[in-house]
């Protein structure tokens, strides 16, 4: 009985050591992790966002070099480069017009409150962004559409593509500048809701659709798809 009992409690010490152990390399890991995660993290892929409600960019860095920036519905499209000591170069523009360009310090920081990016430019102005989260709904139209309207339609000449699409959201995009609108349609004249600043804009264009082509506001528009 003392043998067994012996055995016994030379198996529970040793379960308590080996759980010791896992437990330690375990809070280990999880340490190690959270403090790369906190001050060492430099992965600036995805959307961040700055200002409020009534002024907010929404700055966007994707894998294949593009980067984006968007402000009151309109998007405009570059590219960026990642460089050595954190510093990123950044390039974007519309029509020739800067809208952010040049190198910048880049510093990504994750919390228990999320990611924050912060971006320092030759003059050490610093701006500071939190994670981008989507928002939903913020324009609303009657959802009146006509389906012979749905899908691309696009204008050589002028570089001009409209892309209507059945949750009343149109896209208009020329060249590296994008808008992203609501829309709805009525009696040949489709209504735009853009988002500008704190309140909705709203335009109205004339249209007519001949087969493959339409003509909005007496531009032709051949259909892409």
Same mark, same amino acid.
């Given at each position: 009985?003392?043998?067994?009992?012996g055995n016994s409690? *030379?198996?529970?010490?040793?379960? =308590?050591?080996?759980?010791? #152990?896992?437990?330690?390399l375990v809070l280990s890991v999880f340490a190690v992790w959270l403090i790369y995660s906190?001050?060492?993290?430099?992965?600036?892929? /995805?959307?961040?966002?700055?200002?409020?409600?009534?002024?907010?960019?929404?700055l966007t860095f994707t894998k294949d070099g593009t980067a984006s920036y968007e402000s009151d519905s309109?998007?405009?499209? /570059?590219? &960026?480069?990642? =460089?050595?000591?954190? =510093?990123?170069?950044?390039?974007? =523009?519309?029509n020739s017009r800067d809208i952010l360009t040049g190198e910048y310090d880049s510093v990504v920081v994750s919390s228990a409150n999320g990611? *924050? !990016? @912060? !971006?320092? %430019?030759?003059?050490?102005?610093v701006v500071k962004y939190s994670q981008h989260k989507e928002e939903q709904?913020?324009? #609303?139209?009657?959802?009146? !559409?006509? #389906?012979?309207?749905?899908?691309?339609?696009?204008?050589? @000449?002028?570089?001009?593509? &409209? @892309?209507?699409? %059945?949750n009343s959201v149109a896209i208009l995009k020329n060249k590296n500048i994008t808008f992203k609108l609501k829309y709805s349609t009525q009696d040949g004249e489709i209504t735009l809701l853009q988002n500008a600043v704190s309140r909705a804009r709203e335009?109205?264009?004339? &249209?007519?659709?001949?087969g493959d082509a339409v003509i909005i506001d007496d531009v032709k528009f051949i259909k892409l798809c």
């Open positions: 009985m003392n043998e067994k009992f409690m *030379k198996k529970r010490k040793w379960l =308590k050591v080996l759980i010791k #152990t896992v437990s330690v906190i001050y060492f993290d430099s992965n600036i892929i /995805g959307s961040w966002e700055t200002g409020d409600e009534n002024s907010k960019v929404v309109v998007k405009v499209t /570059g590219n &960026y480069e990642r =460089k050595e000591n954190n =510093k990123i170069n950044i390039d974007i =523009k519309a990611r *924050k !990016l @912060e !971006l320092k %430019d030759s003059d050490n102005n709904g913020k324009l #609303t139209v009657n959802k009146t !559409l006509d #389906t012979n309207l749905l899908g691309k339609w696009k204008n050589d @000449e002028r570089d001009l593509e &409209y @892309e209507f699409k %059945d335009s109205k264009m004339s &249209y007519s659709i001949d």
